[in-house]
């Protein structure tokens, strides 16, 4: 079975500093990764993916994620923190043509002025 | 272009009722799946449908069921409904099954008291 985790519910940074959010994996076979947003009261909005090919990703809204197989993980990064980056994160993995996306917890993300 | 569309956005019933929820996909998506968010159990996977067929489900009993209209459109139905089932419940589509980054909806928030 799959899993993630992410490891922080809360993370709070000054406007203008670097975000850094973990996430680690779980998965029996090769998997795809995701990073969705989620402001209060909305969907989820897709950041990135990394699905095959070149282990960095970029995003939206300039953030970047990294896969990296011999750590199972897939943490995302911005270089520098804008107020408008407060919101909910979650990282999730499927499966190889799965049709099914796994979570993690989630980390808040705040953004401190 | 329109994007995933939630019917009813907020929903209040009470204990052993049923109810319906809508959605309608991205234009040429085929692919629908519903999720269940909770603050205790963070978001789940229901089911998913392809082609008016369901293709894979989660962990939930059978008073959650769903169907596939011949235009993609989907619905999703909770009976005897109970208080655990407050939720916000989103729904995602994508062109084909797999899970090549969904786009989610902003979700039904289904209060049940």
């Known amino acids: 079975a799959q899993s993630v985790t992410q490891l922080g519910s809360h993370v709070s940074v000054s406007e203008g500093a670097l975000v850094l959010l973990r996430c680690n994996y779980s998965?029996?076979?090769?998997?795809?990764l995701f990073w969705y947003v989620q402001y209060p009261n909305q969907g989820l909005q897709l950041l990135l993916k990394?699905?095959?090919?070149?282990?960095l990703v970029k995003g939206i809204n300039g953030f970047e994620a990294e896969f990296k197989k011999s750590e199972t993980s897939f943490h995302l990064t911005k270089p520098s923190a804008h107020m408008s980056d407060a919101a909910e994160y979650f990282c999730a993995v499927s499966d190889r043509g799965g049709n099914k996306l796994v979570f993690g917890a989630g980390t808040i993300l705040r953004v401190k002025s | 272009k329109a994007g995933v569309t939630q019917t009813p956005r907020y929903l209040i019933k009470t204990r052993g009722q049923q109810v319906t929820l809508s959605c309608s996909p991205i234009?040429?998506?085929?692919?629908v799946s519903w999720y269940q968010q909770t603050p205790g159990q963070g978001l789940q996977f229901l089911f998913e449908y392809f082609s008016e067929t369901q293709r894979n489900k989660g962990n939930f009993p059978g008073r959650f069921s769903g169907r596939q209209f011949s235009n993609s459109r989907s619905e999703m139905n909770v009976s005897t409904l109970e208080l655990g089932d407050s939720a916000l419940y989103l729904c995602?589509?994508?062109?084909?099954?797999?899970?090549?980054?969904?786009?989610f909806g902003s979700g039904t928030r289904l209060t049940v008291v």
């Open positions: 998965s029996s076979v090769p998997p795809y």
């Open positions: 990394y699905t095959t090919g070149a282990t």
């Open positions: 234009s040429g998506h085929r692919s």
């Open positions: 995602a589509s994508s062109p084909r099954t797999g899970s090549y980054g969904y786009t």
